[in-house]
């Protein structure tokens, strides 16, 4: 049926990518956590979903950063952080971003568990 190895392989690539980025569990819930709790799954969700582009480091330089144009977002540059909001944070993470392959997360992830990753991405904010 597979004619050519190199259609399998992006074929592979494509589905392990979507994987990453959410399509393949259903939301959960959790109940108020403590913030070392928080902390804890914000960094698990980014790991997974997130670090494959912006990187395990918020540096926009994850294994999947050098084929996807624009560039994802580098969370240490701190003209990133000026004038940005907790609400647009999570905003993006929920709704995606428009002319990106940023993906929305609504119905992947639960509000908690966006609020734990929007927490975890703010530790890459630069100090000031």
């Known amino acids: 049926m597979w ?5 399998r ?3 592979v690539v494509f589905l ?3 994987a990453a980025c959410g399509g393949d569990r259903p939301p959960t819930e959790h109940s108020t956590p403590a913030p070392a709790d928080a902390r804890a799954r914000g960094e698990s969700i980014y790991s997974v979903r997130c670090a494959p582009c912006h990187g395990a480091s918020g540096g ?5 950063a050098a084929g996807i144009t624009p560039k ?3 969370f240490r540059d701190p003209d990133f952080w000026r004038g940005r909001t907790v609400e647009q944070l999570r905003l993006v993470v929920h709704q995606g ?3 990106t392959l940023m993906p929305p997360f609504e119905g992947v992830l639960s509000s908690a568990e966006v609020d734990d990753v929007v927490g975890y991405v703010q ?6």
């Open 3 to 7: 004619r050519s190895g190199g259609a």
């Open 16 to 18: 392990g990518t979507l």
């Open 123 to 128: 530790g890459f904010r630069p100090a000031s």
């Open 97 to 99: 971003k428009p002319g």
């Open 60 to 64: 926009g330089d994850g294994p999947a």
């Open 9 to 11: 392989a992006a074929i």
């Open 72 to 74: 994802p977002r580098n």
